[in-house]
RNA sequence: CGGAGCGUAGCGCAGUCCGGUAGCGCGCCUGUUUUGGGAGCAGGAUGUCGGGGGUUCGAAUCCCUCCGCUCCGACCA
């Protein structure tokens, strides 16, 4: 590149600040420029936008078959919980009460100035659900009466809403998308194996699904689930060094069963109180699918869960062309749908220039032009997100089609693949609380992994904690619980 | 709830210190030439200056008061 061309030629990027320059607002940007969801007139709400939306449908669509493979059925549970119900816990409580929305009243009135005020308090107040085990478990106290009934396995999917001090779309907001699982077993060692064994079903829609990578351990005591004897998570890092829980799996003991009363009459004539777990996966994740994978361009989508998996460009010169190149797209959509491939053609009168970057700023996995050249010649060019414009490529039609597939299946493992290289070289093993302190002191982004037992009882800890704003995460299965990961977190 | 910023057109901002009747860029609309990694030209539309109150002949600007948003912390998926 000569010298003017390069002056000319500052390195534009479509999403300002980049990650490098503010982090928090390239997030908040790319979800803007990808249209993917806006902020709510009500704080800590968030409008999901048809494109951000039609990821969570693919979310929803992939994890959910995965549940029911599991021998989990669907349904539904009410929104308002009395508030007796979960006043039942006190751990429980303890860790929601203050993020409980409450209903109080059931009526607006107008007022003398013409205001429309509350009236009709309510007997006994209600709260919205910030999550459900207190009302399932009420449900499930009269559903289980014999160990006949057991294993009951069942999930919601559901908004929930936990009053949140410090909103971010997507990360945390006070109503936010999720599924509930809540399994009901005989003894402790099936809700822990279950709990376990969820875990891992989200482990692998995370891989193979979001390629995202990430921790996947237990949590200390101090950071599990409020009433759980076991809390595991999966704990994935950004692009900006921070840990994100990407989803929680429970083990709720005896808990909510004894709060509950959960009984069943046992084979051998005598009743006991069951054992429960609780697994749960939000929209927040779609946060995390935009903090590992977007570039300072904006979006990049995960072939599988992207809305879209092609993007179709009309490059149109002259009006003449006009119709011959629509139909032509027309047609390739069709085939790309014949064979499992979502496909878009950009319809809009945007230069093509302008085609372009909407579609790498919303991420779609490829991008395929089709002008009058490609016509005239049979070929076609097409580029993968992931790889910029120097991955451009150009086929015939008909190896096109027939590669589409393999090229979508190469950068959902390419895709993994990056981000599982970014999250090893987002821990750094430490081997004393020195070592630990110096860490977070320094320049270098990530966590550390340390001894567990340097941690425990420890008042420097609590100092490091205090100090960094770092808590554990999780004591990775991959250490058997002998390592603790430490790190900040969303 | 603490700390720091900010609220002016759809978006991003200037104007506020020092009061004088609303401006820039992008976007949008029309026309035209363009179109393969962010087009050029020519026209055009768009504002309760966050709300309320006060001072003043006159307030985006000064004073009081409320409200909201963003970032950083405490809480948390």
């Not at 589409?404 to 190469?410: E, N, P, R």
């Not at 992994?449 to 609590?462: A, G, H, N, T, V």
């Amino acid at each position: 590149m000569t010298e003017a061309a390069k002056s000319n030629k500052a390195p534009r990027t479509a999403i300002t600040p980049t990650r490098e320059e503010n982090f928090p607002e390239w997030y908040q940007n790319v979800i803007k420029a990808a249209e993917m969801a806006e902020n709510a007139p009500v704080r800590g709400c968030m409008v999901i936008r048809p494109y951000g939306y039609a990821v969570w449908e693919n979310i929803q669509k992939h994890l959910d078959a995965m549940i029911k493979a599991e021998g989990v059925d669907n349904a539904y549970f009410p929104l308002l919980i009395p508030l007796s119900f979960i006043a039942k816990e006190a751990k429980h409580i303890d860790g929601f009460a203050k993020e409980c929305a409450v209903v109080t009243h059931h009526r607006l009135e107008a007022n003398d100035a013409g205001d429309l005020v509350p009236a009709g308090e309510l007997t006994e107040p209600m709260i919205i659900r910030p999550t459900s085990e207190t009302i399932i478990g009420d449900v499930y106290s009269r559903w289980v009466q014999s160990y006949r009934d057991l294993p009951l396995k069942i999930n919601q999917w559901a908004n929930v809403m936990r009053w949140e001090m410090r909103p971010r779309i997507f990360l945390r907001t006070s109503e936010f998308l999720w599924q509930e699982g809540h399994n009901v077993f005989e003894t402790h060692d099936q809700a822990e194996a279950d709990a376990r064994r969820m875990i891992d079903v989200y482990r692998e829609f995370y891989e193979d699904y979001m390629a995202v990578p990430g921790y996947i351990g237990a949590k200390t005591p101090d950071e599990r689930f409020p009433g759980a004897i076991e809390t595991y998570t999966i704990e994935a890092f950004m692009q900006d060094g921070k840990a994100l829980q990407g989803c929680t799996s429970h083990n709720l003991g005896q808990t909510f069963s004894n709060s509950a009363d959960i009984k069943f009459l046992d084979r051998d004539g005598t009743l006991k109180h069951a054992w429960t777990t609780s697994w749960g996966l939000s929209s927040r994740t779609v946060g995390a699918l935009i903090m590992v994978h977007a570039d300072d361009d904006g979006m990049v989508m995960p072939p599988k869960l992207a809305p879209h998996q092609v993007a179709i460009l009309p490059i149109v010169r002259d009006d003449a062309d006009t119709d011959k190149i629509l139909a032509f797209c027309d047609e390739l959509q069709k085939q790309l749908a014949a064979k499992g491939v979502t496909a878009r053609t950009d319809k809009t009168e945007a230069r093509s220039s302008d085609k372009m970057w909407t579609a790498i700023k919303k991420g779609v996995p490829v991008r395929v032009e089709v002008g009058a050249r490609e016509i005239a010649e049979g070929k076609l060019t097409f580029t993968r997100r992931d790889l910029g414009k120097d991955g451009k490529k150009t086929a015939t039609v008909g190896e096109f089609l027939s590669s589409i597939g393999g090229v979508l299946d190469q950068m959902q493992k390419d895709m993994l693949d990056r981000a599982r290289e970014k999250m090893k070289a987002m821990v750094t093993d430490v081997a004393s609380l020195k070592e630990m302190r110096d860490f977070f002191a320094g320049e270098k982004i990530g966590g550390v992994r340390i001894d567990y037992k340097l941690i425990q009882d420890s008042e420097e800890f609590e100092a490091i904690k205090k100090d960094f704003s770092v808590t554990p995460r999780c004591l990775p299965f991959d250490d058997e619980g002998q390592k603790v990961i430490v790190a900040k977190a969303y």
